[in-house]
């Protein structure tokens, strides 16, 4: 079946410094990536959705300048926190449509903390 | 935009049958989703439904009325190992993006 390869799984990074997760389709082409936020026993939020080759658009309040995305192949999107604090510790994780299938496929997630 | 609700918490009995209701007003509708998420991992895909009426898969079934905004969960003959969030998300018709639920925490006691 499709997967989606989301690394790293787990980062803790000190306040101020960036982070950035990867997203890989490993057997199908993704066109389309979204991204989510999880924070602890809430449902997942949409960010942002990112297209291969064009800028990502993003859900409102959040910050495009400070969650950087980046869809440059048919088979990777990055997401940067850029700036991180605490408030940004959270769950992270990526889906990707996919069109073969008709449905969508998730990455494992990213547990980032900020200290 | 897009509401989506469902119930908070749910309890059921181990062997018993839960339902687990979602009501949406959406804008644009392609399908509805439902999800099974364990703590600290991705989704893990259930069932769709995009047409009104039941779809039925082993334990899990799952039922959509399109004029009503309203679809439901169906697990039967529970198990421990079915404590999990179920989540329902609707999919956009214009862009295609899935937007969930708030999400049914379910505890499943012996």
């Known amino acids: 079946g499709a997967v989606v390869s989301q690394h790293p799984s787990r980062v803790i990074c000190k306040s101020g410094t960036s ?23 809430q449902s997942l939020m949409l960010m ?43 769950f992270y994780i990526c889906s990707a449509r996919d069109l073969g299938r008709n449905g969508y496929t998730f990455g494992s997630g990213t547990r980032l903390t900020v200290v | 935009g897009q509401n989506i609700d469902q119930p908070t918490e749910m309890t059921a009995t181990e062997g018993a049958i839960v339902q687990i209701n979602c009501t949406y007003q959406t804008s644009g509708f392609n399908g509805l ?61 214009n862009t295609d993006k899935l937007i969930f639920g708030t999400g049914t925490r379910l505890q499943v006691f012996p």
């Open chain 1, 19 to 41: 982070v950035k997760i990867e997203c890989r389709s490993l057997d199908f082409q993704a066109t389309t990536m979204f991204w989510y936020r999880q924070f602890p026993k």
């Open chain 1, 48 to 90: 942002a959705t990112s297209n291969e080759g064009s800028k990502a658009t993003y859900e409102q309040g959040v910050e495009k300048d400070k969650f950087l995305i980046n869809h440059a192949s048919l088979t990777l999107s990055t997401l940067t926190v850029t700036s991180a604090h605490p408030e940004d510790s959270s």
């Open chain 2, 33 to 93: 989703f439902w999800y099974q998420q364990h703590a600290g991992e991705a989704p893990t895909f259930l069932s769709y439904n995009v047409l009104d009426g039941l779809e039925e898969k082993g334990r899990f079934s799952s039922f959509l009325s399109r004029s009503k905004g309203y679809s439901y969960l169906l697990l039967k003959e529970l198990q421990m190992k079915d404590s999990a969030s179920y989540l329902c998300a609707v999919r956009d018709m």
